[in-house]
């Protein structure tokens, strides 16, 4: 079933979401990830992602994302985010039907 997560990082920036985008580097879109938004939002900084699973998600936060965010020497953000997990009853991309 898909999975939808959105983080919110108060107090999060650009350079912030820059700094964390050049510690991650240039790694393939993993193809479980069939979507993917940041963006500044009114006291901070929003991702939002979605992913065919919550488990692929976990792993490229675990083989990728936290990695990455530890040579940071922190969260990457001045406060650990807020998150919101959705298993997705109905989600589309485009025509495509994903649960």
Do not use: C
């Not at 940041?38 to 900084?45: K, S, T, V």
């Amino acid at each position: 079933m898909a999975f939808l997560r959105l983080a919110f990082f108060p107090g999060g920036t650009a350079q912030h979401w820059a700094a964390v985008r050049q510690a991650v580097g240039d790694v393939d879109a993993p193809t479980a990830r069939r979507a993917f938004a940041a963006g500044p939002a009114e006291g901070g900084w929003q991702v939002m992602q979605f992913w065919d699973t919550r488990e692929e998600l976990e792993r490229f936060n675990q083989d990728v994302y936290l990695p990455a965010i530890a040579r940071l020497g922190g969260t990457g953000f001045p406060q650990a985010p807020i998150v919101r997990d959705v298993i997705t009853v109905d989600a589309w991309i485009g025509e495509e039907k994903l649960s």
